[in-house]
DNA sequence: TACTGTTTTACAAGCGTTTGCAAAGAGGCA
DNA sequence: TGCCTCTTTGCAAACGCTTGTAAAACAGTA
């Protein structure tokens, strides 16, 4: 493996100055730099990255901790990071923490290990599950921002979304189609007073006649289909569904035309996220789009600017953004209703 | 940060015994390596990866390059091979390479200066692009596993499925239902003689009466929309659809609902890929199941084997995958067609 | 020519580990 | 007690780079 030393020797210079050539570094000679860059090029030589950061102490590494990748979400907000991570020289270590995120505090140690610069932690239903190891990071001053809005918030720079704003204007709008009772399946209540099921209940409550049905639990398409089935089976079944996220609303959605049931026709359905799917699913799913892209931008800045900036670290940064509905095709007016 | 001379003062013993103690060293008294891992662990003592690479020249981690993360079946190569490298002891350094992959080149060599262990290597639509790259990795004896068949496969370890078997028997499928004029629609052919498409004329060539229809260049939903649109307008409208992944069928699914014609009643429809969205999907996709599981987990390991082993470089190595047919409810006889 | 100031280059220490080798201790035996 | 072995520990070099500082080279000026 060609070193800068061997570089230096085919030079005739130190090897020093070879470093300085290859930074661009102002104190070396023109000349000699493109002498030198010559010949590096020329033997094929590729810095070091490993022995860089041990000398500099900044790896140009990211960490990056998802619990998934089976919910559209995780890969694309992986893509979006790795992207912007990438236009500003970072590379991306890439660690997945499981649905249950019980391997949260092992990811993070792994990446504190790996002397990444800073981190972007995912948290998922559970919130944050590593705690005891975020403490041990923050002991460090190591950079880290949480995406997604968990309790305790204030101890953490975070990224996330008013999913409780989604919710309210999504089942507002199902109200104001005439619906009145709604159900929303999904798995818990985990975004804490920004969670979208809050939204729900607090958009019904404000509604006279509004019958909210929640179902949580719900993590398989097989457990949706069994609450779908459940649902229709009741005297006052509901004549909207909604889907904690595009995932449930499509598994609704087989539910609905397995049990013969049209949508929009008969049922309105809707879903939150505004994945690729709903604008696949038929009938194309109306939802709460997610400002993924403005999500992940807002991670890594924040992020790159703890690393760089070092700023006041007593006081935590966060950024809280707005979803907005996306009506498509899949929410009609109930069938008994006229206005 | 503390570092192993922190632990080692604090500890009344020079570093090198506190490296011994915590790499398990036989060279080393049980009693005083008992307290130095109390010792260290008392002082969040966090081993620097960084400098253990530089000085045993290995750095447990492996590179990753994928070319996006759009088609579901990216992620869950992610997924997949993040979990293997982990079991192993290894870290991810995750690389998209974009769908034209011109980022190839640059993430091969980003990876080899960081100097990864390791190379896995997703071939896309365009095979390889990075060639120079490579082989300047080969010349360094850098290990690296291709996914995917491609051209001069000799000159590379390589991880392929066989879609030409699996494009011979979903068309099989097709004919033995009796269709006879059947369109494929997809991007292009990129597997060369094991692409699903050179499998599908095969078996339409074999086939008295067979229509094959082509329909290359389609990467968007959008232009997936008009070759449907333009097929189904022909005298010799096609009688079954197969499009070249699970995405592309769910493209192809829409089209045919917009144009008011029921699948599978009046056209049948095929994927490829069995991904998650072939089950979500109403009707329930026929497709190509991929043999994912067993292509991340033979990659990995081929991967690990060339690194530890360096066993005769000069002879690459070939696993040959076969993918099977899940047939659901997408595809019926068609319609004319009585047995 | 000698001196000063300004590039330009070389030297050397340091980053935090691992690891071969030497040294120190401990214990056994004559 | 002295010698030898074996176990345990410490020393120092190395990994490949960055960077502060000293030295050298080169002009320019008096």
């Not at 792994?110 to 002397?115: G, N, S």
């Not at 979208?196 to 958009?203: E, S, T, V």
């Not at 505004?274 to 997610?290: F, N």
């Given at each position: 493996?060609?070193?800068?030393?061997?570089?230096?020797?085919?030079?005739?210079?130190?090897?020093?100055?070879?470093?300085?050539?290859?930074?661009?570094?102002?104190?070396?000679?023109?000349?000699?730099?493109?002498?030198?860059?010559?010949?590096?090029?020329?033997?094929?030589?590729?810095?070091?990255?490993?022995?860089?950061?041990?000398?500099?102490?900044?790896?140009?590494?990211?960490?990056?901790?998802?619990?998934?990748?089976?919910?559209?979400?995780?890969?694309k907000l992986i893509d979006l990071i790795v992207h912007h991570a990438r236009i500003a020289g970072y590379s991306l270590l890439l660690n997945i923490s499981g649905t249950d995120q019980s391997e949260e505090?092992r990811c993070l140690q792994a990446l504190h290990q790996r002397r990444v610069d800073g981190i972007i932690l995912t948290s998922g239903l559970?919130?944050?599950?590593?705690?005891?190891?975020?403490?041990?990071?923050?002991?460090?001053?190591?950079?880290?921002?949480?995406?997604?809005?968990?309790?305790?918030?204030?101890?953490?720079?975070?990224?996330?979304?008013?999913?409780?704003?989604?919710?309210?204007?999504?089942?507002?709008?199902?109200?104001?189609?005439?619906?009145?009772?709604?159900?929303?399946?999904?798995?818990?209540?985990?975004?804490?007073?920004?969670?979208?099921?809050?939204?729900?209940?607090?958009?019904?409550?404000?509604?006279?006649?509004?019958?909210?049905?929640?179902?949580?639990?719900?993590?398989?398409?097989?457990?949706?289909?069994?609450?779908?089935?459940?649902?229709?089976?009741?005297?006052?079944?509901?004549?909207?569904?909604?889907?904690?996220?595009?995932?449930?609303?499509?598994?609704?959605?087989?539910?609905?035309?397995?049990?013969?049931?049209?949508?929009?026709?008969?049922?309105?359905?809707?879903?939150?996220?505004?994945?690729?799917?709903?604008?696949?699913?038929?009938?194309?799913?109306?939802?709460?789009?997610?400002?993924?892209?403005?999500?992940?931008?807002?991670?890594?800045?924040?992020?790159?600017?703890?690393?760089?900036?070092?700023?006041?670290?007593?006081?935590?940064?966060?950024?809280?953004?707005?979803?907005?509905?996306?009506?498509?095709?899949?929410?009609?007016?109930?069938?008994?209703?006229?206005?």
């Amino acid at each position: 493996m060609t070193t800068l030393n061997d570089v230096a020797k085919k030079a005739g210079v130190s090897y020093s100055t070879v470093s300085r050539a290859l930074a661009g570094s102002t104190l070396i000679n023109a000349a000699t730099r493109e002498r030198i860059i010559r010949v590096a090029e020329g033997t094929g030589y590729q810095v070091n990255h490993v022995a860089r950061s041990l000398a500099t102490r900044r790896s140009f590494t990211l960490g990056l901790v998802v619990p998934e990748t089976t919910n559209p979400y995780f890969p694309k907000l992986i893509d979006l990071i790795v992207h912007h991570a990438r236009i500003a020289g970072y590379s991306l270590l890439l660690n997945i923490s499981g649905t249950d995120q019980s391997e949260e505090g092992r990811c993070l140690q792994a990446l504190h290990q790996r002397r990444v610069d800073g981190i972007i932690l995912t948290s998922g239903l559970h919130g944050i599950v590593g705690r005891e190891e975020i403490d041990l990071l923050q002991d460090r001053e190591l950079p880290l921002v949480v995406l997604g809005w968990v309790p305790e918030a204030e101890k953490y720079d975070l990224v996330a979304c008013d999913d409780a704003a989604g919710g309210y204007e999504l089942t507002n709008h199902l109200l104001s189609l005439g619906h009145r009772r709604i159900a929303l399946l999904g798995p818990k209540v985990c975004r804490d007073k920004y969670d979208r099921i809050q939204g729900f209940l607090r958009a019904m409550a404000e509604c006279p006649g509004a019958q909210p049905r929640v179902q949580t639990g719900i993590y398989t398409e097989q457990e949706a289909n069994t609450a779908v089935h459940e649902l229709l089976g009741s005297d006052d079944s509901p004549t909207a569904f909604i889907g904690f996220n595009d995932m449930e609303a499509t598994w609704i959605v087989n539910s609905l035309s397995d049990a013969g049931i049209s949508c929009p026709q008969e049922v309105a359905l809707a879903g939150f996220g505004d994945m690729d799917v709903a604008r696949y699913l038929s009938p194309r799913l109306t939802t709460v789009a997610y400002p993924i892209e403005t999500v992940a931008e807002s991670a890594v800045t924040m992020l790159l600017n703890r690393i760089s900036a070092k700023v006041d670290l007593s006081v935590r940064q966060h950024v809280m953004l707005q979803p907005h509905l996306v009506i498509r095709q899949s929410c009609g007016a109930p069938k008994q209703f006229k206005f």
